[in-house]
């Protein structure tokens, strides 16, 4: 399937191809428990201890989930999305992976029709298979050159490098590599890896956070930062971190 054709790909026909797979099999039940109110936020205490109590992931059982609940079908065969709807989740850190999937189960994350379709499929995952799915994508190379178009800033705010190395103490911005790393590898908890970054989804990210659409992040670190940035801003950290040499992810 080309590019052209795979940008079209809908979310219903996705979930069309998911229950052909059989596995949609039990979702009712499985889903019973999430689809109230979100869960309570998070802190960065009852993170670190929902982390904790994952099992450890192994990658090449990863890969197996991966090909059972057809994650390439939007996130590629190793990790690298085939379309601008999705993010990249090769080289990402597991640990982040992982909180996602499990603020997917939650309905923390429910921004859109995307995090609908993720609930969808977190639900049915067990404990081990989040840690092994996790594990198998922080084991592939992060992107390089994915050919995603990048957006173009207008100029307004400071450069991706500033806000990258430097943040903006007038405005109380950290340097985004105090939390995600200097080459972008990511850090502690729910810092991600950003090195390689499919730029569209990049900026997508951090305007649901200004808009308060995504609230997940346990210290409101991000939204608070989306807030002060400018739309230039967003752009060219977008391009900034597609474009970025990747350094490896770490658990």
């Not at 499990?102 to 995307?114: K, V």
């Not at 207008?154 to 903006?168: F, H, I, N, P, S």
């Amino acid at each position: 399937m080309g590019m052209k054709a795979m940008k079209t790909l809908h979310l219903p026909l996705m979930a069309l191809l998911l229950a052909a797979a059989g596995l949609f099999n039990g979702v009712a039940s499985a889903a019973g428990h999430g689809a109230g109110a979100p869960a309570p936020a998070w802190t960065p205490a009852t993170l670190r201890q929902a982390l904790e109590k994952l099992p450890a992931g192994d990658a090449a059982r990863g890969q197996k989930v991966h090909e059972q609940f057809m994650c390439a079908s939007c996130h590629g065969e190793q990790g690298v999305a085939p379309t601008l709807n999705w993010p990249h989740l090769a080289g990402q850190k597991a640990a982040y992976t992982a909180k996602m999937m499990l603020d997917y189960q939650s309905r923390l994350r429910s921004e859109n029709r995307g995090a609908a379709l993720m609930h969808d499929i977190a639900v049915m995952m067990t404990a081990q298979q989040i840690a092994d799915v996790s594990a198998f994508y922080a084991m592939q190379p992060a992107p390089r050159d994915d050919g995603t178009p990048r957006p173009v800033g207008q100029g307004k705010g400071l450069t991706a490098e500033q806000l990258v190395r430097k943040g903006d103490p007038f405005r109380l911005l950290t340097p985004c590599a105090s939390c995600h790393g200097v080459k972008g590898q990511g850090g502690k908890l729910e810092a991600s890896a950003l090195a390689g970054q499919n730029p569209l989804y990049f900026t997508r990210t951090l305007l649901h956070y200004q808009s308060g659409a995504r609230a997940n992040d346990a210290a409101k670190g991000m939204s608070a930062f989306a807030k002060k940035l400018t739309r230039s801003e967003i752009d060219a950290l977008a391009t900034y971190y597609a474009d970025l040499p990747a350094g490896k992810a770490t658990p």
